[in-house]
């Protein structure tokens, strides 16, 4: 099983004496195991699962000793060192932690400018030209994880202790790599900006349409469709100029047939859809009495 050792530091004034709720580090230290799986799913997405463990440290200032690890059971540990996998594993934990670093280092620069050119380089690496001139090369996945909404919400609670009074920063060390350091100043750079809406083809149907509601005052009448209630803007002008003027009525068992547009897209919480009636073909008068049943 493949490890990779680095400790994790709170300081400032509340934690002086070396102590800190446990439910503040309990949240950021599980935020900060899940960045490294959103990671791991976006550079080795059939690699056994990382784990990210702690250990216990010395007494006489906050730090948190972790392990990451990759791997499961002895025997599988054992083929891994025979194959070659295991030091291939412990190369892949060590580049999760220059992709969370590369992550980090993101995020000031994308807040305050946005990106004019992106340019692939060699070796997995990208060229970002801001507005401003500034010419930032990041590795490629150290881009694609700031850019993952799970990845980036991990983030936002991984620095959550920063928000208490007396927390003022937090360092993340390993003897491999270069310090990573967060204090209470940075936090806005991790604030998760919503996603844009991915709009999806729109289309175009004839349906019968029971009225359940007119609604004049936002402009949306509520319907049914025999399945399901919903409402839908009306963009017929001959069909409204009809009804403000008092020359259509309705009854509570009407329907209208009619040509709809249905617009649908992917937001950030899931799949929305939007109803426009385009034309209303028919006006169909609901049943005002029993028809009688005439012999054939």
């Given at each position: 099983m493949a490890t990779y050792d680095f400790s994790v530091r709170y300081y400032g004034t509340a934690i002086n004496d070396g102590k800190m709720p446990v439910r503040e580090l309990a949240s950021s230290l599980i935020a900060l195991s899940d960045s490294f799986k959103d990671i791991q799913q976006i550079i080795n997405p059939n690699e056994n699962t990382v784990s990210l463990e702690i250990k216990a440290t010395e007494e006489g200032s906050f730090i948190v000793d972790l392990i990451l690890a990759n791997g499961a059971d002895i025997v599988s540990k054992t083929i891994d060192m025979l194959s070659g996998k295991e030091s291939t594993a412990l190369v892949n934990l060590m580049?999760?932690?220059?992709?969370?670093?590369?992550?980090?280092?993101?995020?000031?620069?994308?807040r305050k400018e946005k990106v004019q050119t992106k340019e692939a380089l060699p070796e997995g690496y990208v060229k970002l030209t801001l507005t401003d001139g500034t010419i930032i090369e990041t590795n490629s996945n150290s881009?694609?994880?700031?850019?993952?909404?799970?990845?980036?919400?991990?983030?936002?609670?991984i620095v959550e202790p920063l928000e208490k009074d007396g927390i003022d920063g937090i360092e993340i060390d390993s003897k491999k790599t270069e310090k990573i350091v967060v204090e209470k100043g940075d936090l806005e750079n991790f604030e998760v900006p919503n996603p844009e809406d991915k709009?999806?083809?729109?289309?175009?149907?004839?349906d019968f349409?029971?009225?359940?509601?007119?609604?004049?005052?936002?402009?949306?009448?509520?319907?049914?469709?025999?399945?399901s209630q919903f409402f839908a803007n009306i963009e017929d002008?001959?069909?409204?100029k009809s009804v403000t003027e008092n020359k259509t009525q309705f009854g509570s068992t009407d329907v209208l047939k009619v040509k709809m547009r249905t617009n649908r897209k992917f937001t950030i919480d899931g799949l929305k859809s939007e109803f426009i009636i385009e034309k209303v073909l028919e006006h169909i008068?609901?049943?005002?009495?029993?028809?009688?049943?005439?012999?054939?």
């Open positions: 580049a999760y932690m220059e992709v969370f670093r590369g992550a980090i280092e993101l995020l000031k620069p994308l881009l694609k994880a700031y850019q993952n909404v799970e990845f980036r919400n991990n983030l936002k609670n709009e999806l083809e729109s289309t175009v149907s004839e349409l029971q009225i359940i509601n007119v609604a004049f005052e936002h402009g949306k009448w509520k319907f049914s469709n025999g399945t002008a001959d069909f409204i008068k609901g049943s005002q009495q029993i028809e009688l049943n005439f012999e054939d």
